[in-house]
């Protein structure tokens, strides 16, 4: 239970290597850091459902020899519960167990109870009854192209699931190393959606495949559907038809390697990004612990990096470890691999730092809770 | 049957759990009635233990899928332990 019931808090949910670390703040400047939580498990994927009162949290959690599990707090993270039945398991028959849940993804507003989450290996699972239990989605487990969807440096993973803000048969969910594909019927068919985006680590007359391309995030702004931003394994796009093709936006960064996405909640052309030197040297150009910001969508790039760590810095941004919390203004935050989150409330124009010295962070969600 | 104190917060804290069954996989399957969250925690949805668990029938590792068959007993101790790897 709350202390403060009629008090609005901002909770940021961290997942690392070792456990789950949550985060509180009225103000979103000075911050409560609870203890750990699934010590020495894997947190890859958490999610804050706001659609519900109280609140949804969930975490994916890897327990090493004990196998992947999906967690529940209905009490803002003081306690954790999992179902009886596993809620995300593959159907008998499927051949495939449950190795990684890498995303949890609450569907839009008018899609109550609506929860999907990206597994590996490569699936879709979709809840109706607000992430308790999750049917796989046949139409991407059993699509033709499947036997040649590689696993990418993190596994085979389905990493990324946008759902539209008022169309609830449109899906898209990126994989690595498959790419992106699309369904306009719920999930019951798909098509890969990568026209544009080109796969660096192919020879070079065949760089634009259909699909195969190591696409780490896709990011939408609710109030643009059709519009959506990718950063992929070299390479960070726009696409302005909802997927149907893809342009690069990656002049005026420093690099066009890198893992995270994020769009601003309130102002769709304003996008951010945390560049890294290349796949063989994860670290910030220059050792400058810096995210780019664009307010064009991605026409040109601003480094942004007050508050931030003034030393060479080493550590990465994984894929999901970059978020927005929806607030007005906007907070935006980032966890590194080094064990830092860093929280902005004026867009990222100053950074201060919401954790340090947390084990290596895999993912990062914020939401402001009325 | 004997489980590790990593997973006794699944059984309510209990050290042993008595389960029936006439093999070590009629034993799981009598443990995923009774403690599904914890039956999960050694076997995946196919019914596979899990690559780093380990099960001990009277002393006697059961490791491959055929030994699922080893028979068992009134009063067999089968004890679940992580195999040691990891970091």
Redesign the interface.
């Given at each position: 239970m709350r202390d403060h019931p009629h008090m609005s808090e901002t909770i940021v949910l961290i997942g690392t290597r070792k456990g789950l670390v949550t985060a509180r703040s009225a103000d979103r400047r000075a911050w409560t850091v609870e203890p750990l939580q699934f010590a020495n498990k894997d947190v890859y994927a958490v999610a804050l459902d706001t659609r519900r009162d109280p609140p949804r949290l969930f975490a994916g959690v890897g327990t090493g020899h004990w196998g992947p599990l999906l967690a529940h707090s209905d009490d803002l993270g003081a306690t954790w519960n999992e179902p009886e039945l596993a809620p995300i398991a593959f159907p008998e028959g499927s051949g495939a167990a449950l190795a990684r849940i890498w995303q949890v993804q609450p569907a839009a507003a008018g899609q109550p109870g609506v929860v999907y989450a990206g597994v590996e290996p490569h699936a879709l699972f979709r809840s109706e009854d607000g992430g308790l239990s999750f049917a796989l989605v046949e139409g991407l487990w059993n699509h033709p192209h499947r036997s040649e969807w590689l696993p990418g440096g993190g596994g085979a993973c389905l990493h990324t699931v946008l759902t539209h803000p008022s169309d609830p048969d449109w899906l898209m969910v990126a994989m690595s190393t498959a790419g992106v594909y699309r369904s306009a019927d719920r999930g019951v068919t798909w098509q890969p959606a990568n026209r544009g985006i080109q796969a660096t680590y192919l020879p070079e007359d065949q760089r634009f495949p259909e699909y195969g391309q190591c696409v780490h995030k896709v990011a939408m702004h609710p109030g643009r559907p059709d519009r959506l931003f990718a950063q992929n394994h070299f390479g960070v796009y726009r696409s302005d038809d909802g997927g149907d093709s893809w342009a690069t936006i990656e002049s005026g960064l420093p690099s066009n390697f890198g893992f995270p996405i994020v769009v601003h909640p309130h102002r769709p052309d304003w996008v951010y990004v945390f560049p890294l030197l290349a796949d063989e040297e994860r670290m910030p150009p220059t050792l400058r612990c810096r995210v780019y910001r664009s307010e064009d969508a991605g026409a040109g790039w601003r480094p942004l990096e007050a508050g931030l760590p003034p030393d060479p810095y080493h550590a990465a941004v994984l894929r999901d470890a970059m978020c927005s919390d929806g607030g007005e203004p906007a907070g935006i935050y980032f966890g590194t691999r080094a064990g830092e989150v860093f929280a902005s409330v004026d867009d990222g124009d100053t950074w201060t730092a919401l954790a340090t010295h947390l084990p290596d962070v895999l993912t990062v969600r914020a939401a402001l809770i009325p | 049957m004997v489980i590790p104190a990593?997973?006794r917060s699944c059984a309510g804290g209990a050290r042993e759990v008595a389960v029936e069954g006439n093999t070590v996989g009629d034993v799981l399957d009598d443990l995923a009635r009774r403690l599904?969250?914890l039956e999960?925690?050694?076997r995946?949805?196919?019914g596979?233990l899990?690559p780093?668990?380990l099960v001990f029938v009277d002393g006697v590792m059961v490791r491959a899928a055929a030994d699922l068959d080893t028979p068992v007993r009134d009063g067999t101790e089968v004890v679940v332990a992580?195999?040691v790897?990891?970091g």
């Open positions: - | 990593a997973l599904p969250v999960r925690r050694l995946d949805e196919r596979m899990r780093h668990v992580p195999a790897s990891g």
